[in-house]
C-alpha cells in the first residue's frame, strides 16, 4: 500500500500539498445527516460542499489537470482519487489523496480515451504519486522525457523498477492519446518553436534558457511539464 506522503504528489506535475488539509475540510466531507465522510463512494450524493474542495484542489494544481496538465475549469473536471477508492475506501476522503483531473473523453482511434476515464480504478505506481522528500517542481522531468511529435516517455536512465513505473504510468492514463500529442506539438510547442526560428543566430543559445526559466515560473502554463522536459533536454536540465 503506497504511503502517504505530505510533500507532494509527483504525477507528470509535481504538486505541492499543503502540509496538512484546510480547515473547512472536513466540513467540505460532512454530510447533510452531518456525518463525517470516509466513503466518497456511499456518500458522494450527499456531500453538497464538495465543490468547495474541488475549488481547493483546482488552485492548488494552477488550474492544470493532474496527469494531463491541460487546462481544466470546475465545470470540466473531476475529483479523482490517486488510489482509487475501490482499492481503500480509508484514502477516499483524504486530502493527500486527492487530486482533480480533465474529464476529457474524446475517443482515440484506438477507442482509448485518457486520464482517469482510461484508468477507471487502475492501481498506479506509489513511487511516483507519492513524492518522496526529494521530490520537487523542478525536479520532475527526471521521470519523464518528451519528443516533438508531443509524446512523451519514461526516461531511459531510471532505475528499472522506476522506468517499469513511469512506462506505466503512460500506459494506464493513455498519455501519448493523440489528441494530446497533438495539442502538445501544434498549440504549445510550434508557436514556441517558430519564435526560436525568427531569432537572429546570436540570441538563439539564450532562447531556451528563457524559455524555460519562463514555463518554470508559471505554474499553471498548459502541458508545462512536457515543455520543460523538451526544453530541458536541450540546455542539459534532465
Ligand atoms: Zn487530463
Redesign the pocket.
Known amino acids: 500500500m503506497a504511503k502517504i506522503n505530505e510533500s507532494g504528489i509527483t504525477t507528470m506535475q509535481y504538486i505541492e500539498k499543503h502540509t496538512t488539509p484546510p480547515k473547512d475540510w472536513d466540513k467540505w466531507f460532512t454530510t447533510a445527516n452531518g456525518v463525517k465522510s470516509f466513503d466518497y463512494k456511499k456518500d458522494y450524493q450527499s456531500l453538497t460542499n464538495l465543490k468547495l474542495a474541488k475549488i481547493f484542489l483546482l488552485d492548488e494544481q494552477h488550474g492544470l489537470?493532474a496527469?494531463?496538465?491541460?487546462i481544466?475549469s470546475l465545470e470540466n473536471s473531476s475529483i479523482e482519487h490517486v488510489t482509487p477508492k475501490e482499492h481503500n475506501v480509508n484514502l477516499s476522503t483524504n486530502y493527500f489523496n486527492l487530486v482533480v483531473?480533465?474529464k476529457?473523453q474524446i475517443k482515440d482511434n484506438d477507442g482509448k480515451v485518457?486520464?482517469d476515464k482510461q484508468r477507471l480504478s487502475s492501481l498506479m505506481s506509489p513511487i511516483i504519486f507519492y513524492g518522496n522528500a526529494e521530490a520537487n517542481d523542478s525536479k520532475t522531468n527526471t521521470y519523464f522525457g518528451a519528443y516533438a511529435d508531443g509524446s512523451v516517455f519514461a526516461k531511459s536512465n531510471l532505475d528499472e523498477q522506476t522506468k517499469k513505473q513511469a512506462e506505466a504510468f503512460i500506459e494506464v492514463l493513455n498519455l501519448n492519446h493523440t489528441q494530446l500529442k497533438e495539442t502538445r506539438a501544434k498549440e504549445v510547442l510550434d508557436g514556441i518553436n517558430a519564435i526560436f526560428m525568427s531569432l537572429p543566430q546570436n540570441q538563439k543559445k539564450a532562447f531556451w534558457k528563457n524559455q524555460y526559466e519562463r514555463i518554470l515560473q508559471n505554474k499553471s502554463y498548459p502541458f508545462r511539464q512536457f515543455l520543460l522536459s523538451y526544453i530541458g533536454s536541450k540546455i542539459g536540465i534532465n
Open positions: 489537470c496527469y494531463c496538465q491541460q481544466i483531473v480533465c476529457t485518457h486520464c
